[in-house]
């Protein structure tokens, strides 16, 4: 079992950048492949970013593609998401969550860990 807090939110003006991380708990991070998401008001939660275990390959929704970059550092149990050109619709509670499958993850149900949440605003 893996236990993560997100942290790094906050608020920005469009154009801007944030860092988030997210830092589990427990010796077997390395074994997770690691996605953020993120959640609107009034909307569903959607996928932004993956990562697989190594840290080899990463994948991206195409509404973040160029702006958005998804690291870990496996030394140090934490992932990270960099966002670059935030804009007002960026904003939302953004989630990191750890998944056991092998293959690139994109949905909510292929997650089996996930974190509080952090707050994401984008002033226009």
């Known amino acids: 079992q893996v236990q993560l807090v997100e942290s790094g939110g906050g608020l920005v003006q469009a154009g801007g950048s944030l860092r988030l991380s997210c830092a589990a708990s427990?010796?077997?991070?390395?074994?997770?492949?690691m996605g953020w998401f993120r959640q609107a008001p009034g909307k569903e939660r959607e996928f932004v970013a993956t990562?697989?275990?190594?840290?080899?390959?990463?994948y991206y929704a195409d509404s973040v593609k160029g702006r958005f970059t998804i690291s870990r550092d496996n030394a140090k149990n934490t992932v990270y998401l960099q966002m670059y050109s935030l804009k007002p619709e960026d904003t939302a509670v953004y989630y990191c969550?750890?998944?056991?499958?092998?293959?690139?993850?994109?949905?909510?149900?292929?997650?089996?860990?996930w974190g509080q949440g952090t707050q994401v605003t984008v002033s226009s």
């Open positions: 969550a750890a998944s056991t499958l092998l293959r690139i993850a994109t949905m909510r149900d292929e997650y089996d860990y």
């Open positions: 427990g010796r077997t991070f390395s074994s997770y492949a």
């Open positions: 990562i697989r275990r190594s840290g080899g390959y990463t």
